[in-house]
């Protein structure tokens, strides 16, 4: 079974300041997919990044961008000039690929972030 | 992207009487798709993966005769919480792919109160 761990319950950073959140998995699966979701107040799931594990160059949205170490199992997420609506859960998940299509998501617990003005 | 649509967003009901939430992919067709319950400030905790056509897989600990999921089409995924008690109040989101596609799209989720 798989495990997604984030060890930061919560955290802040001052608007336009950058921020990293810590996500670590475990898993004996050699193909997968990680992800990183943001929850706002909404409730409404957003996919922020996404990484395949059998790529060695880290993803990069924008002002998101992931540090992707497969060896150490590690997938830290980096909010660049953070925003005010930055404010929000993010859940680090895993997903297990499956050649007949299908597809399970192992969350987190989350890590609750606020941008202070 | 694509979009997965919720219905309803909020409900509250009695004790003891039965909801039915709805989960619809409007632009692609989803042969699985996923309900998770999320109780405040957690996480998602996969509840069953609703298969098109079959039976659905529930996890271990929730009551499949009590969480009931009908997947009849390829597009909509329902789950119906049957005698619903106050301990059934949550936040239920469902979420599906494309499938030869590897990214979940969520619906909005639907706040359950049973009072």
């Known amino acids: 079974a798989q495990t997604v761990t984030q060890s930061q319950p919560e955290m802040s950073v001052q608007e336009a300041e950058t921020v990293t959140l810590s996500c670590t998995y475990d898993?004996?699966?050699?193909?997968?997919?990680l992800f990183w979701y943001k929850q706002p107040p909404s409730r409404q799931m957003i996919l922020v990044i996404r990484?395949?594990?059998?790529?060695?160059q880290n993803a990069t949205e924008n002002r998101f961008s992931v540090n992707f170490q497969k060896a150490a199992k590690s997938f830290s997420l980096k909010i660049s000039d953070s925003q005010l609506g930055d404010t929000a859960m993010y859940f680090c998940?895993?997903?297990?690929?499956?050649?007949?299509?299908?597809?399970?998501?192992?969350f987190g617990k989350g890590t609750k972030l606020s941008v202070i003005p | 992207g694509a979009v997965v649509s919720q219905h309803p967003s909020r409900v509250i009901c009695k004790s003891g009487t039965s909801v039915k939430i709805e989960c619809r992919s409007l632009?692609?067709?989803?042969?699985?798709m996923f309900w998770y319950r999320q109780f405040p400030k957690q996480s998602l905790m996969l509840m069953a993966t609703?298969?098109?056509?079959?039976?659905?897989?529930?996890e271990q600990g929730v009551e499949k005769d009590k969480f009931l999921i009908n997947h009849a089409s390829l597009t909509l995924s329902t789950l119906t919480v049957t005698s619903a008690h106050p301990e059934d109040s949550s936040f239920y989101i469902c979420?599906?792919?494309?499938?030869?596609?590897?990214?979940?799209?969520f619906g909005q989720g639907t706040r359950l109160t049973v009072v």
């Open positions: 979420s599906a792919s494309p499938t030869i596609n590897t990214e979940a799209f």
């Open positions: 898993t004996s699966e050699s193909n997968y997919y």
């Open positions: 990484q395949e594990a059998y790529k060695q």
């Open positions: 998940a895993f997903m297990r690929h499956s050649g007949a299509g299908s597809y399970q998501l192992t």
């Open positions: 632009d692609f067709q989803a042969t699985t």
């Open positions: 609703s298969n098109e056509g079959s039976k659905a897989t529930y």
